[in-house]
């Protein structure tokens, strides 16, 4: 197991605030709603703290995770530029002006939600999609994928070399759609991360709805980086700067590695019910925000995340292993004095645990 990383001086770093607003494209979507933000007072009690909000993403805009913000912008933000402009046109504008002539792909590549999100999109504009996936992709995750009239492509890869796969395919009537960045390919990356800012806006508007105006602590899962570095870059934009604890697999600890080494090293993966958190490389415009603002980030491991799954499931909040691995790694920092220093937790912290997926998102999270 890679060891827990710390870094004391996260809190300190400072970033600018979004020149854009994204949540203002999303209240244009069909069925936009803020996702619930769900206080858990036998988890507060159990693990020494104030307050633990769970914000729920198993019901985002129909879908079963928190994808399809970023996916939706990005697409927005890529098809909009096409046709000359630098802002996310809303989605029914956008279809009107592609038309019916449209000879566009939309392609991606994914472990699950993130495909399935890219999918939803192409079907609301009426534009064909081509998602390519690695092995182990749950049989319910590849049907929902499916259903959304997209061509599925399973390849005998890692999810890294996947990736690689799929970029090649883009070209002049083909749309990558990818949340991984790497030279010569960064805009599309950073548009999704910029979507996922919706999520903590609005976690923002109902703690202070709660009656809540402090937040002590937020808990992110992350594969290759991109929602950890919207919620990095949100809260060391704010005034009151939280606490920002990462947690992936045991098996796949790719930023953990990145943290320790202080450069992105590519990891080997293994199998893990955590699907959207198994990627081995940390996107390149994710990497410096998450090494100067992420406060801590610790690995948890199978038994550990279903053990999350359940406990969650018995208090009423739907968390597949991917958003039930936040649980995991609070108690991992919660259970230890020293950790507990490191990261500013105390007896009336107020913690939010992002759970980025339900469990219809991942059936290999089900007990």
Not at 67 to 72: E, T
Not at 110 to 121: K, L, M, P, Q
Not at 222 to 229: F, M, N
């Amino acid at each position: 197991m890679t060891s827990p990383y710390f870094n004391p001086a996260a809190r300190s770093w400072r970033t600018q605030p979004l020149r854009e607003a994204p949540v203002t494209f999303h209240r244009s979507l069909p069925g936009y709603a803020p996702t619930p933000l769900t206080p858990v007072p036998t988890l507060a009690d159990e693990l020494g703290v104030g307050e633990v909000l769970v914000k729920d993403e198993s019901q985002r805009l129909g879908l079963s995770a928190f994808k399809i913000l970023g996916a939706s912008y990005a697409i927005a933000r890529a098809l909009s530029r096409r046709l000359g402009v630098e802002e996310a046109l809303p989605l029914e504008r956008l279809r009107e002006e592609l038309g019916a002539a449209a000879t566009l792909t939309l392609v991606a590549a994914t472990d699950g939600n993130h495909g399935r999100a890219v999918a939803h999109v192409a079907r609301l504009l009426g534009l064909p999609a081509t998602i390519y996936i690695p092995p182990g992709v749950a049989a319910e995750a590849q049907a929902a994928i499916v259903s959304e009239g997209a061509e599925l492509v399973e390849m005998a890869l890692p999810y890294d070399d996947v990736v690689a796969h799929c970029a090649a395919q883009a070209g002049e009537h083909t749309v990558l759609i990818q949340d991984t960045s790497w030279e010569g390919y960064q805009d599309v990356p950073q548009w999704i991360v910029d979507g996922y800012s919706t999520l903590v806006q609005e976690v923002d508007a109902q703690l202070s709805e709660w009656g809540l105006e402090r937040l002590d602590m937020v808990v992110v899962p992350t594969g290759v980086g991109s929602l950890a570095q919207a919620v990095v870059h949100h809260y060391r934009s704010t005034q009151h700067a939280p606490s920002l604890l990462v947690t992936e697999p045991v098996v796949a600890p790719s930023l953990t590695t990145a943290l320790h080494t202080g450069r992105v090293v590519p990891v080997g993966t293994g199998e893990t019910s955590m699907m959207g958190l198994n990627c081995g490389t940390v996107s390149g415009i994710a990497w410096p925000v998450l090494r100067e603002g992420v406060d801590a980030a610790v690995t948890v491991g199978e038994e550990q995340a279903l053990a999350a799954v359940k406990q969650l499931g018995a208090l009423g909040v739907d968390s597949g292993p991917c958003g039930a691995a936040t649980l995991a790694a609070l108690r991992e920092v919660a259970a230890d004095p020293q950790r507990r220093h490191l990261v500013g937790l105390s007896d009336d912290s107020v913690v939010v645990l992002l759970s980025t997926e339900g469990t219809a998102a991942n059936p290999k999270g089900r007990q």
